[in-house]
């Protein structure tokens, strides 16, 4: 296994294996009680929420990084490492403190951040089965650390496939793969599929998304022909809309910031897809002194 997260604490570890990422974290405290815990996540859903949640917590980092830069340096005390063992109620439970926001939930445990004073500190932590919680202060290497290891995970995945959106009058389906990314669209009065499967239109893609997501300053980007086409666009107020128009039908949809968040990885995924060597059958070659052999015989 890759260690992740180290410090005197403890650590946390993950190993990439067959279809799935395995995490396994072991924990000291100061009192001497120990957390150990070992999870595998093995869905593709579950995958790019982790994904989605590394790739938000670094962004978050990086504004406060740049508003510490532009504010005065002051000198700050270096406290004690607050007790990693706490009751679940603090953070399983619900938010309790309106300090922490969390960013997602799994199986046995979460990653959440804290702001204290104008102080910004995220937390990767862990329940054990007696119901204690470890937990680790999350740097910007080992948010990349853990981010590498979901994408290669995810990668593994032949296809990928996820739900934008489900009810009654409209259903999105997405679908990624070595045919690039396509968009499903169903209505009780028509259905049809959005295709971009270049790979500068997944490179057009994969650029929107991260400079939407960065909130950054984008046009429009349309793929498809005119009687069967989509259009991304971000709106004043930094939404994305997603318009898709099948003949004289349209229907528009808006994306959630954790939809944006995937959506980015599965371009990226479709991009890297586009560019894997295609395997051909190799040819066996025989000089010509064995080919005339060959004819006599």
């Not at 590394?54 to 532009?70: G, P, S």
């Not at 960013?103 to 500190?121: K, N, P, S, T």
């Not at 296809?159 to 489900?166: E, M, N, P, Y």
């Not at 022909?225 to 349209?250: C, P, S």
Request: with cysteine.
């Amino acid at each position: 296994m890759n260690i992740l997260i180290a410090n005197q604490y403890g650590r946390v570890q993950g190993e990439v294996g067959g279809i799935g990422l395995t995490l396994s974290v072991i924990a000291q405290t100061p009192r001497r009680e120990s957390v150990q815990v070992q999870t595998r996540i093995d869905s593709v859903e579950q995958l790019l929420h982790l994904l989605a949640i590394m790739r938000a917590v670094e962004r978050r980092i990086e504004q406060f990084q740049l508003r510490d830069a532009k504010a005065p340096q002051s000198a700050e005390p270096e406290g004690a490492f607050d007790e990693s063992i706490c009751a679940e109620g603090d953070l399983f439970a619900s938010n309790g403190n309106s300090k922490n926001k969390i960013y997602g939930r799994f199986a046995q445990f979460l990653v959440y951040e804290q702001v204290d004073q104008g102080r910004l500190r995220v937390f990767f932590a862990v329940r054990d089965d007696a119901k204690r919680i470890a937990r680790f202060d999350l740097h910007p290497g080992e948010v990349q650390a853990f981010h590498a290891m979901a994408k290669r995970a995810l990668f593994a995945f032949g296809q990928i496939d996820v739900l934008l959106r489900d009810d009654l009058s409209l259903s999105i389906g997405l679908n990624v793969s070595g045919h690039g990314v396509r968009f499903e669209a169903h209505t009780p009065l028509w259905h049809s599929q959005f295709t971009v499967a270049k790979a500068n239109d997944l490179a057009t893609l994969a650029v929107f998304t991260r400079r939407a997501v960065n909130q950054e300053k984008t046009v429009p980007v349309r793929f498809g022909d005119d009687a069967n086409h989509f259009i991304l666009r971000k709106r004043n107020d930094g939404q994305v809309i997603a318009e898709f128009k099948h003949e004289a039908w349209m229907e528009k949809i808006t994306f959630s910031t954790l939809q944006l968040l995937e959506l980015e990885i599965l371009a990226q995924y479709a991009l890297h897809r586009a560019f894997e060597p295609v395997t051909l059958p190799v040819r066996s070659f025989q000089p010509p002194q064995a080919a005339t052999a060959a004819q006599i015989a």
